[in-house]
């Protein structure tokens, strides 16, 4: 089975700090990607990669960063973090070329900004 | 801008019954439409899809059907049971994104015994 491990369940920090959210898939997959879920508003694109040191912008780019140094680790990454920023941060991955785009998600982060 | 989208955000069914989840797309030029279960805690999970040029799909336990004249989407869930329980997301794939996913904002589906 795919696993996408995130590093951290659970991270407060506080407004103005710089934030780095880890996300590690094992099963060599080219795409990842990073969603935001806030209650009533689903799940948001922030960023995704389809290549090593490849990135994209999804919807909500604004505020954040990403890194994609090695094919298997996608790192998020909050400039200076904002109260707005609390939400649930889910990685996943999917496999290039492939019929149906299929991503497999993390358990996510609970991020909190004070 | 397109979106996905769901008409409802809770169902409450009876263990036994039928649940329906439906779901409202804009975008016609959408090759794939996948339906996602999330428990508590947990990541989505990839449950069914349905290819734009079909109109239903069977899985076990769930159907999916695509009505392209209305832009809607449906996930039928037969003899719903307690572990049903989740937010089911509706999402749509941008053929020109590649496989990134639109998602829609989500069903809260509680089974009570």
């Known amino acids: 089975d795919v696993k996408v491990t995130q590093s951290s369940r659970y991270l407060v920090k506080r407004t103005g700090e710089k934030v780095f959210l880890e996300c590690v898939q094992d099963m060599d997959h080219e795409n990842m990607f990073w969603y935001r879920q806030d209650p009533g508003l689903g799940l948001r694109l922030i960023y995704f990669s389809y290549d090593v040191k490849m990135k994209e912008k999804g919807d909500i780019p604004e505020g954040y960063s990403v890194s994609r140094e090695k094919k298997e680790r996608f790192s998020l990454i909050l400039e200076s973090a904002s109260t707005n920023q609390t939400s649930m941060y889910l990685c996943?991955?999917?496999?290039?070329?492939?019929?149906?785009?299929?991503?497999?998600f993390g358990s996510g982060t609970q991020l909190s900004v004070l | 801008g397109e979106s996905v989208g769901l008409h409802l955000p809770t169902l409450s069914v009876q263990e036994g019954d039928n649940s329906i989840i439906n779901c409202a797309y804009s975008n016609s030029a959408s090759d794939y439409f996948i339906w996602y279960k999330q428990e508590s805690g947990k990541g989505p999970q990839f449950i069914i899809d349905?290819?734009?040029?079909?109109d239903k799909r069977q899985g076990q336990r769930v159907t999916v059907l695509l009505n392209k004249t209305v832009k809607h989407l449906s996930l039928q869930i037969a003899a719903t049971q307690p572990g049903d329980s989740a937010v089911y997301f509706c999402a749509e794939n941008m053929h020109q994104a590649g496989t990134a996913l639109i998602f829609g904002k989500g069903t809260t589906l509680s089974v009570s015994s």
């Open positions: 996943a991955s999917s496999l290039d070329g492939g019929t149906v785009p299929k991503l497999f």
């Open positions: 349905i290819r734009s040029n079909m």
